[in-house]
């Protein structure tokens, strides 16, 4: 419960603060020394925008951050499903999982730096 109070208190800290004010957050390293997007880039506006209820704003700033809230969100709601009714739960997710959302990570990062990919740039 520790660690789902820890999410609901940043996801509600980026919602209080604008990220598109600046300075408040640090620009992405890997964006301020070689100009490229990584996978997390506009996920701080995205979570704003979405905290805020804003699907379309959430989505262009960083529509595979929404759906790892989506995904967080299922995951939480069926393990505190389970715990209310005290079945042990167990997270164990299979390499070949892993693998497949860090292809995910890359293919998304790949694209959104690509002319073709553009709409997905925040």
Do not use: K, Q
Not at 34 to 58: E, I, N, Q, V
């Amino acid at each position: 419960m520790g660690a789902f109070a820890g999410v609901v208190a940043a996801f509600a800290y980026v919602g209080a603060v604008d990220p598109n004010e600046p300075g408040h957050y640090p620009v992405c390293p890997l964006f301020r020394l070689t100009g490229l997007y990584c996978p997390g880039c506009g996920g701080l506006r995205s979570a704003h925008a979405f905290a805020h209820g804003d699907l379309p704003t959430a989505l262009g700033a960083n529509a595979l951050a929404v759906v790892g809230y989506a995904a967080f969100a299922v995951v939480a709601v069926l393990w505190l499903v389970r715990a209310y009714r005290g079945v042990p739960t167990r997270l164990a997710v299979p390499p070949v999982w892993w693998w497949g959302i860090g292809a995910v990570l890359a293919l998304f990062t790949l694209v959104r730096n690509l002319p073709l990919g553009s709409a997905l740039v925040p």
